[in-house]
């Protein structure tokens, strides 16, 4: 079966650069979240969006913007990339009916 | 085969009444155990960590319990209110010689009904 696809799995930027995620969800699944994780942080909710509008906002800072396209993916862009946002970027999509949860394997950037 | 298992995948259950979620993991080394909260739409909300040599936390009226032995963890809902209704997530971290990894649970959706 189809699973939450993301790309790229690995991405390496430096400072100031700008880099973009993309999430694909499962097919038929409406919502869609974004979750950042530190090293040895716990994951963090940065943002999600429901029927490409967007339905909640976490500590997603300003330097990051989301969407979702019609065709239910979503990109979540970053620019003027920080030492800081290093990190695995998680992304999930629920199923309408179940409300059942899918995970992405992550795509790990790494700003030097 | 997800390397944790939630069961049940989707209850529904009357207003005031207790329930039992359940997460089976096999993967490791562990680390911790985690149940989130997730409003549809929204973002997940942590309820209790557990770790190896935790048997038993209570947040309000969330109970979660952690048998490392069996690798079996649960959460029970005391006198359930309309506002449990959501998906409960069980996510497991295992520690390796300094890598970590997070393994997500497909979550058990709650529906309480008045």
């Known amino acids: 079966a189809a699973g939450v696809i993301q790309s790229p799995r690995h991405l390496i930027k430096e400072k100031r650069e700008t880099a973009t995620l993309k999430c694909y969800p499962i097919p038929r699944h409406d919502t869609v979240y974004w979750y950042q994780q530190g090293p040895g942080q716990d994951p963090q909710f940065l943002i999600s969006f429901y029927e490409k509008m967007q339905s909640d906002k976490g500590s997603i800072p300003d330097r990051f913007s989301a969407q979702q396209f019609s065709d239910y993916h979503s990109e979540l862009n970053m620019s003027s990339l920080e030492l800081g946002d290093s990190a695995l970027y998680f992304c999930a999509s629920s199923a309408p009916e179940s409300g059942e949860l899918f995970f992405g394997e992550g795509s790990r950037l790494t700003v030097l | 085969k997800n390397q944790v298992e939630q069961s049940p995948q989707s209850l529904i259950i009357l207003e005031g009444k207790n329930c039992t979620l359940q997460?089976?993991?096999?993967?490791?080394?562990?680390?911790?155990l985690r149940w989130y909260k997730q409003d549809t739409g929204r973002g997940p909300v942590s309820l209790t960590i557990m770790t190896f040599s935790e048997n038993t936390k209570s947040n309000g009226r969330y109970t979660a319990t952690l048998d490392a032995d069996t690798k079996q963890s649960s959460l029970h809902i005391t006198a359930s209110q309309l506002s449990d209704s959501a998906s409960y997530i069980c996510?497991?971290?295992?520690?390796?010689?300094?890598?970590?990894?997070?393994?997500f649970g497909t979550g058990t959706r709650l529906t309480i009904i008045p």
């Open positions: 996510v497991v971290r295992i520690s390796n010689f300094g890598n970590e990894k997070l393994t």
């Open positions: 997460c089976n993991y096999t993967v490791s080394p562990f680390s911790n």
